[in-house]
């Protein structure tokens, strides 16, 4: 066989999609948009790197501190940004984060702010076209400090500190969200959380995140 003639091209895909991962997010909503947002963010292999749940109380290690700490740091640092119920669990965060872009001009106090986000929340259904959120899911305004930048600020300032102490540290890749519609729905996580530690020996074999 010449080895200098033109080789046939090959137009497949070398993996076929076999390594592709799907995203969680849902297509049709901004992640910038005004909203609450229910959030869990998993430790690498759920390690119980944050301490541990004596009698249905959280006792957080140093690095648990950290984490909950930091969680607090966030609205220093993203202006849009109002936090809600938190705890810090063994393996794992939950939190309700509530993002309310504030355009120049707009005077509210924090708790109208935050009802109002929650109010403007789409109801629309996956895929039936609408845009997410009151503007449109392609508002430049709306991409500055979307949901995902928050969290990769909480996530990679958490492993900075963290590894200055102990090495190894480390989060899931990805984090669980769920969008929040409605005051009943907020109430419901809010519980949730609160009741996290109580429930941690029933619950430490079922996903952290449950779905709501």
Same mark, same amino acid.
Do not use: A, T, V, Y
């Given at each position: 066989m010449n080895n200098d003639e033109p080789q046939p091209k090959n137009d497949k895909p070398k993996y076929k999609g076999k390594y592709r991962i799907d995203s969680t997010r849902l297509p049709a909503w901004s992640y910038a948009s005004n909203a609450g947002y229910f959030i869990t963010i998993c430790t690498d292999g759920k390690k119980c790197f944050f301490g541990e749940v004596v009698q249905g109380e959280m006792q957080r290690s140093p690095i648990g501190e950290i984490a909950h700490k930091l969680w607090y740091e966030i609205p220093n640092h993203f202006s849009n940004c109002q936090i809600d119920s938190f705890c810090v669990m063994? $393996? &794992?965060i939950h939190g309700i984060l509530v993002i309310n872009q504030i355009r120049e001009g707009d005077v509210m106090n924090p708790l109208t702010q935050e009802e109002d986000a929650i109010h403007r929340v789409s109801t629309s259904q996956q895929g039936d076209g609408e845009r997410g959120g009151v503007t449109g899911l392609f508002n430049p305004m709306l991409s500055k400090n979307s949901?995902? !930048? /928050?969290?990769r600020w909480y !996530?990679?300032?958490?492993s900075f500190e963290i590894n200055q102490i102990y090495e190894g540290f480390g989060w899931q890749?990805?984090? &669980?969200? $769920?969008? /929040?519609r409605n005051e009943f729905a907020r109430d419901r996580i809010r519980q949730y959380i609160i009741n996290n530690p109580i429930n941690w020996e029933r619950d430490r074999e079922q996903p952290p995140h449950p779905p709501l």
């Open positions: 063994p $393996n &794992h949901l995902s !930048k /928050i969290i !996530k990679g300032r958490c890749e990805r984090f &669980h969200d $769920n969008i /929040i």
